[in-house]
């Protein structure tokens, strides 16, 4: 991981900034990113200026032009850039959500079952999830775990879901080994 510190406001912009690439592989217009995040234009061009200097990002010209993330944003981030990922199904409110896929899962509390909490990292915008939605993850590729729970919280930032498990099961079908 890279040793470049950025604001929260950098880190959220640059967030949205790969989550859009990755939906259209194209250069995206710091428009589209400031309603990606509810922000003001001018302030994506102003910190997009910040982010060229430390070559996180680099400018499109032209009328298709817009910015793209270079690879030193992804490991500034630490998001893993893959060719071909695993992909685990993640459902909001009984819905397949399509365009993410799900980076890592990481399980807190599992000695308290009442209180267990896990963090979903998230490739992809979760800004339509909100606390007290239903969201179902998995099963995962190799031990078919299948997670479902409520949104107990959210990290915009770093594209985390933070849910209240309600069931945790594994295997949730026959393993593929």
């Known amino acids: 991981m890279s040793s470049i510190d950025l604001t929260t406001s950098q880190q959220t912009i640059l967030t949205a900034l790969i989550n859009l690439h990755r939906e259209s592989e194209q250069a995206v217009k710091g428009e589209t990113i400031a309603e990606e995040i509810d922000r003001n234009p001018g302030t994506i061009r102003n910190q997009m200026q910040s982010l060229k200097a430390l070559q996180l990002v680099e400018g499109v ?3 298709k032009g817009g910015y793209k993330p270079t690879a030193l944003a992804y490991d500034v981030l630490d998001i893993q850039e893959m060719d071909e990922p695993a992909v685990i199904p993640l459902l909001h409110e009984g819905e397949r ?10 399980l807190s509390s599992v000695h308290h079952p009442e209180k267990c909490r896990v963090e979903v990292h998230v490739q992809g915008s979760i800004q339509d999830f909100h606390e007290g939605e239903t969201v179902t993850v998995g099963p995962t590729p190799l031990s078919k775990l299948l ?8 990290d915009d930032t770093s594209n985390i879901l933070i849910l209240r498990i309600s069931e945790m099961t594994a295997p949730a079908e026959e393993p593929a080994h």
């Open 97 to 106: 959500v399509t365009g993410v896929n799900i980076d890592r899962i990481d």
């Open 147 to 154: 997670i479902e729970g409520l949104v107990d919280g959210k």
């Open 61 to 63: 010209p032209g009328p």
